[in-house]
């Protein structure tokens, strides 16, 4: 099975908003709605932003939400503010009950 | 609240077999509603998914290491553990021991344990 394809790097300025997208196939994102999102900074644990391509876990701020269309699943972070800028992961479900991580994209704050 | 804790070598040679238990704490890894899971991250690259164990022992592991994995189970002690077998500089990473709901997310994570394999 092969990464799931992130951008490798987006930027943006505070207040805006900026969007992750994370391409798989059908026999994985586009197949199921078990995508989940994970905000890492640097040397620290990697934390769940969202699970079920669009629920948040409590506590997660609601600037941040998930969508799919097809075999890609986005992350959009409204609002953007400094302490965002981080790499986030995308993360899903494939056939036969494994797991598959993107490579990663790395948010940059303006 | 949950807590999750690597333990183990932090240096392995190559050729040998990598060992790290993960013990549980606030919680039962017995509950019926979760999975208990291993991820890696080499340094400077991403996150990859090694495989999941539940308490009952039914296991699932990534195809890329399956031939090289074991992932087990001791409730009387509440942990779980990862063997990685045949070791090369490839397999140098920070081990991650996390909780994986039904939903194949992981809400609850260990802080890490960074594995050498190096002679």
């Known amino acids: 099975q092969s990464a799931l394809t992130q951008t490798a790097s987006v930027s943006g300025s505070p207040g805006q908003s900026i969007t992750i997208s994370c391409t798989g196939t059908s026999s994985d994102v586009g197949g199921y709605n078990l995508v989940s999102w994970y905000q890492q900074h640097p040397g620290k644990v990697p934390k769940l932003m969202i699970y079920?391509?669009?629920k948040r876990p409590s506590g997660v701020s609601n600037r941040f939400s998930g969508s799919k269309s097809g075999n890609t699943a986005s992350l959009t972070i409204s609002g953007l503010q400094a302490e965002d800028e981080a790499d986030y992961y995308c993360c899903s479900y494939v056939d036969s009950s494994t797991l598959q991580f993107g490579g990663g994209t790395k948010l940059t704050v303006l | 609240q949950l807590q999750l804790q690597e333990s183990g070598p932090g240096l392995v040679k190559p050729s040998e077999t990598l060992s790290l238990t993960c013990t549980i704490s606030?919680?039962?890894?017995?509950?019926?509603?979760?999975?208990w899971g291993w991820i890696r991250q080499p340094p400077g690259k991403g996150l990859e998914w090694i495989g999941n164990i539940y308490y009952s022992e039914s296991t699932y592991y990534n195809p890329s290491l399956k031939s090289r994995v074991t992932i087990s189970v001791d409730t009387s002690k509440n942990q779980f553990s990862l063997t990685l077998s045949s070791v090369t500089a490839a397999d140098t990473a920070v081990y991650y021991c996390a909780r994986r709901a039904f939903t194949w997310d992981f809400d609850y994570w260990g802080q890490g344990i960074l594995v050498t394999v190096s002679s």
């Open positions: 606030g919680g039962s890894i017995s509950s019926s509603n979760y999975y």
């Open positions: 079920e391509v669009s």
